[in-house]
């Protein structure tokens, strides 16, 4: 969303309010993943052997390493 708006004719800024918004909506994108490896490392913690509570480990583990790969790699950040 925040690539997209900064290669997009259309200026969002001058929409009111709309500072909070992309605030809220920055912080929750970077909070996500780290919330759901914890959450699926607590699940993995409680029922270690569950197919599905290791699928889920490791798709959170994934979006979580993306996500550091993306703002690592990512220079207009």
């Known amino acids: 969303m925040f690539l997209l708006m900064s290669l997009s004719p259309f200026d969002i800024r001058h929409i009111p309010g709309i500072g909070t918004?992309?605030?809220v909506a920055l912080v929750v994108?970077?909070?996500a993943p780290i919330a759901?490896?914890?959450l699926a490392g607590a699940a993995l913690v409680r029922r270690p052997r569950a197919p599905l509570t290791l699928?889920?480990?490791?798709?959170?583990?994934a979006v979580l390493v993306g996500q550091v790969a993306l703002f690592l790699l990512s220079r207009w950040m």
Do not use: K
């Open 21 to 23: 918004v992309m605030l």
């Open 29 to 31: 994108a970077l909070v």
């Open 36 to 38: 759901a490896t914890g």
């Open 55 to 61: 699928l889920t480990f490791g798709c959170a583990l």
